[in-house]
């Protein structure tokens, strides 16, 4: 079983609709990530997180925001979303950005109709 | 900028078989190297952590080892079974960044 956990599962969302992604650890990691996965391909960095702060934003679009309210929780929010976006949402939390491990969740499966 | 490279691609053997996966980086300043599995539709397990002082590890049927000189990483998987079969996937660490991944080696062990 995994530490980091993901909700949902699944989603689909019509490009119209606002929805959220949540994301929750209770290891004491204060450093937590935003990852997507399109099919057959490597998982690629979004946000990080670093005590509660955005430390990283790798140039993602704006209908894409990342809010972290207390340092077990990570959200993605979704607006206005295209059917590009469709992917596997990967949620993953370390000790610090350092040379600790990273721990990964199951993810959220994204399809945006 | 760091890149990542796995070869092979894909793979597949007989159960049984001793196999190793190859993971290559660009640049050897990396804080750590991690190899991950994930299953078709499911997050990444990590598997094995090597620090940048470190020369390998290993966890059960896995040892993974690292040259950060040459840009290296091999992880060894002694006596597969069909239950290894995943997709494997290496990633390196610089200090203040998050992982970069390879593309991965996808591997099918036969009964």
């Known amino acids: 079983d995994t530490e980091v956990t993901q909700t949902p599962k699944h989603l689909v969302m019509g490009m119209t609709n606002k929805k959220s992604l949540k994301c929750e650890q209770h290891m004491g990691h204060r450093a937590m990530y935003w990852y997507k996965q399109k099919a057959k391909k490597p998982p690629e960095l979004m946000f990080v997180y670093s005590y509660e702060k955005l430390s990283i934003n790798e140039s993602v679009p704006s209908r894409f925001s990342p809010e972290c309210p207390n340092s077990s929780l990570l959200n993605l929010h979704l607006h206005a979303l295209q059917p590009e976006d469709s992917a596997l949402y990967l949620c993953a939390s370390s000790q610090g950005q350092g040379m600790s491990p990273l721990h990964f969740g199951n993810g959220t499966r994204l399809t945006v109709t | 900028k760091q890149e990542v490279t796995q070869i092979p691609a894909a793979l597949s053997v007989p159960e049984g078989e001793n196999l190793v996966l190859n993971c290559s980086f660009t640049d050897s300043a990396i804080y750590n190297l991690q190899w991950f599995r994930q299953d078709p539709g499911k997050g990444l397990t990590s598997l094995l952590l090597?620090?940048?002082?470190?020369r390998e590890q290993t966890s059960g049927r896995l040892n993974a080892s690292l040259d950060k000189s040459s840009g290296r990483s091999t992880l060894y998987i002694a006596a597969s079974q069909p239950g290894d079969s995943a997709t494997y996937l290496c990633?390196?660490?610089?200090?203040?960044?998050?992982?970069?991944f390879g593309k991965g080696t996808t591997l099918s062990v036969s009964s």
């Open positions: 990633a390196v660490r610089r200090g203040g960044t998050a992982l970069i």
């Open positions: 090597i620090q940048s002082s470190q």
